[in-house]
């Protein structure tokens, strides 16, 4: 929720995303400071784009379009 609250705070229009997911240690359960949203519509993930560097939390803030990624699975040749 504070995510979002940032992002209404510097935005003058209520944004909608769909789905925040922060990665999290899996020992310690902390943030390990990357967290994925996704936006309803592309409008908003453009006004997103601008906070890109601003500080949240005393962190600067990296916003950029996530790729998707393939698995390649690699096929090898048994010993003989």
Known sequence: DDL???FNEH???QIDTSNIRIAKCLNT????????VTFIN???????LELNN???????????????RT???SIRKAAK
């Open 4 to 6: 979002v609250d940032f």
């Open 11 to 13: 935005i003058s229009e």
């Open 29 to 36: 359960g902390m943030s390990r400071g990357i967290a994925h």
């Open 42 to 48: 592309h409008d908003d993930f453009l006004t997103a």
């Open 54 to 68: 601003a500080v949240f939390h005393d962190h600067s803030l990296r916003i950029s379009e996530g790729v998707a």
């Open 71 to 73: 698995r390649l699975i």
